[in-house]
């Protein structure tokens, strides 16, 4: 049953699906994101293209989980539906025990405001705002004080290294001092999960080591799950496990753990 | 989301934009502008006429009764007053008394109507010139109405100044070539220039004027206290008729005075129509007050809903301007929306955002434009309001706090309604706007 193969640098070994699964994990830990059978079609004109054509997995508690995929593959699809930006056309996303596939708009953002932390990829500062203001500006929603705000902001830009910089506008700061600014701002409002969506998308590969170093170390260190979308297999080996996507299936999950990379292939 | 925190992110991003706000808002200041002149004309032309019929008379439970035909036994005398006064609606009853007389001063003449009037009547008149002692020297204290300039004639040409070339005659009441003289004729038989007078001129005493209008036109007359005439006219009229009072069948004179007219102060307005119907009965014809009032109130507020209606007309275009700007602002961050979704605003919050932007720009127009029309307005008072009335202060254009505040409210909520499509708009926006990378 057991085949090694080499690819992208690492070594894979197929294991059976399912069942197995389980024992894998370190005993006790808990089911962060439970996804059954999820599937997206979108109707282009006559034809109906299946973005998500039946995926099934899960995320674990405290877990930094990489979904990799070529554009195209329906890693952001299924990166929007966990976050419950879009509906899924079937199957359930469980996440914290609440089935969020079924969650009206209103409760969407509620469900976001009190559990989600979002890293986007062109950064997506507003403008206007100065570094402490765009971290402090989540924090706003939930009808916390000014005085309140800023100072939890300034301790988190303090944590991502850029407490000189809290003052300057987004046009006044270099591409990986913006995504520190998107870190901090994922995590200020100490959500229980963290999706990332192509955080280095547009950094260059030396920024990029850094951000996701930073965004590995801040997560980890308070305990966070981490949902990172990329199509760059190397930055996805940072992650714990992998889950590669093509053509809308899960082609393998990888468990990249300090016993070895396991493959599972379905 | 806290209240300022919303105000402030409204806030910021209309200053973003300024210019183009500076120009929604300057839509709204017209409007709002438009709007307050019109309605604050309307207003002031109701306000100016109400002023001018109740001024020296302004409670509305006062009525005029005079005789409505020759009833000897309906006659006002001061028995008769004394009767009516014990109605239990009525709270006083005050005579007057009318004599007619000529001024002159060189070749100014002025034929005029002398108005007794009780003391307390006579008090309450607000003078423009002189004062009304208190001391009683025995001569007819007279009080001159600011208008009875306009009736003086030329007694050589027979011409009007004031009527024939809106001048004033260069006649002085209070100088000492006054004189005054008693008409002996009802001038009613004979109007045709020929009137009677006494032939004796004696010096009046004009102690003061009043531009007080009243129910009888006080300016246009001139006033007196009413015991005063009497014990005058008895003097003037030793043995003749007096004009204008009835006579007996005989073609003696009645020996005691009667009053043309009466005014009644009525206990309560309630009972305002239970003293017209007792009056109307005992043969006397009744003006009440409150009529005149009542039809000057609905044809002013005819005149006012026209005019607010012509303002309104700008205010929905600049109504339409928010709208535009809404939703173009709306357009403009598409993204923003997306990210403030995303981050888990509550889509409440982004809905009040921008109703508070729209209502933003309709408050910023409305205090603008609230603060113009006070200043045009009075603009309007200094130079429209003596063409309307010469010689007299008409404050035509008149905006009362209640309608500023109104005016306030009202733009602000125009605003907000103007914006609340825009907003519905954006809160209905997909947050994968912010995931799309451009």
Not at chain 2, 36 to 56: A, C, P, R, T
Not at chain 2, 353 to 381: C, D, H, P, Q, R
């Amino acid at each position: 049953m057991l085949s090694i193969s080499e690819r992208n640098g690492g070594i894979f070994l197929d294991i059976e699906k399912q069942g197995e699964q389980e024992s894998e994990q370190p005993a006790g830990r808990q089911v962060a994101i439970d996804v059954c059978n999820l599937q997206k079609f979108y109707r282009l004109g006559d034809e109906t293209v299946r973005a998500l054509d039946g995926v099934t997995f899960q995320i674990y508690e405290g877990e930094f989980v990489a979904i990799v995929g070529t554009s195209g593959s329906g890693k952001s699809t299924l990166l929007n539906m966990l976050a419950g930006l879009e509906k899924p056309t079937k199957g359930e996303i469980t996440i914290a025990g609440q089935r969020i596939d079924r969650l009206k708009e209103n409760q969407l953002v509620r469900f976001r405001r009190r559990k989600i932390g979002f890293i986007f990829q062109s950064f997506n500062l507003i403008a206007t705002m100065n570094a402490l203001e765009n971290v402090a500006f989540p924090l706003a929603f939930r009808g916390i004080t000014k005085t309140a705000r800023e100072k939890k902001a300034d301790a988190m830009l303090e944590r991502v290294g850029l407490s000189r910089h809290k003052s300057h506008k987004p046009n006044q700061m270099s591409g990986g001092q913006q995504q520190r600014v998107g870190v901090a701002r994922a995590l200020v409002v100490n959500p229980s999960i963290v999706f990332a969506d192509e955080p280095t998308g547009n950094l260059d590969s030396n920024t990029s080591k850094e951000i996701l170093e930073l965004m590995r170390n801040v997560v980890s260190e308070q305990k966070k799950t981490l949902v990172m979308v990329t199509h760059d297999n190397n930055l996805a080996h940072v992650a714990d496990r992998i889950i590669h996507i093509r053509d809308g299936k899960i082609k393998k999950i990888e468990n990249n753990q300090t016993t070895g990379i396991i493959e599972e292939v379905y | 989301m806290r209240f300022f925190d919303i105000i402030g992110l409204s806030f910021g991003s209309l200053f973003r934009r300024r210019a183009r706000t500076i120009l929604t808002v300057l839509g709204v200041f017209i409007g709002t502008a438009s709007v307050v002149l019109m309605l604050s004309l309307g207003i002031g032309l109701k306000q100016s006429f109400l002023e001018m019929y109740n001024e020296g008379n302004s409670q509305a439970n006062k009525l005029t009764i005079s005789l409505s035909e020759n009833n000897p036994a309906a006659y006002l005398t001061d028995d008769t007053i004394e009767e009516l006064e014990k109605q239990p609606f009525v709270e006083q009853i005050r005579p007057k008394l009318i004599g007619r007389a000529r001024i002159t001063q060189g070749k100014w003449a002025v034929d005029v109507n002398i108005l007794g009037l009780t003391k307390d009547e006579l008090g309450s008149l607000k003078l423009t010139k002189g004062a009304l002692s208190e001391e009683d020297t025995g001569d007819l204290k007279l009080i001159v109405g600011s208008r009875v300039i306009e009736d003086v004639y030329n007694y050589k040409t027979g011409e009007y100044p004031y009527y024939d070339k809106k001048e004033y005659a260069d006649m002085d009441f209070f100088g000492d070539s006054v004189r005054i003289q008693f008409e002996t004729e009802d001038f009613n038989v004979d109007y045709l220039g020929h009137r009677e007078f006494t032939s004796k001129k004696r010096k009046p005493y004009i102690v003061a004027e009043t531009a007080d209008m009243g129910a009888e036109g006080y300016c246009y007359c001139i006033c007196a206290d009413i015991d005063a005439l009497k014990e005058f006219m008895d003097k003037e009229y030793r043995g003749k008729s007096i004009p204008g009072q009835p006579v007996r069948k005989n073609g003696r004179p009645y020996g005691e005075y009667i009053y043309p007219l009466a005014t009644v102060t009525v206990n309560s307005r309630e009972n305002i129509d239970a003293a017209k119907e007792y009056f109307t009965e005992n043969g006397y014809q009744v003006m009440a007050n409150d009529e005149i009032t009542e039809e000057i109130d609905k044809s002013f507020n005819l005149v006012q809903a026209v005019l607010g209606s012509i303002g309104a007309v700008s205010l929905l275009v600049a109504a339409i301007g928010i709208a535009n700007t809404m939703t173009m602002s709306i357009y403009e961050r598409t993204k923003e929306i997306g990210i403030m979704k995303v981050l888990g605003c509550d889509i409440k919050n982004i809905r009040w955002m921008f109703l508070a932007e729209a209502g933003l720009i309709g408050l910023m127009g409305g205090i603008v434009g609230v603060t113009l029309s006070y200043g045009l307005s009075s603009i309007i008072n200094t130079i429209v309001g003596p063409l309307i009335e010469p010689g007299m202060i008409l404050t035509v254009s008149r905006i009362p706090i209640a309608l500023a505040v109104l005016a306030l409210i009202f733009s602000t909520l125009i605003g907000m309604f103007a914006g609340l499509l825009p907003a519905n708009k954006a809160m209905r926006l997909s947050p994968l706007a912010a995931i799309r990378n451009e």
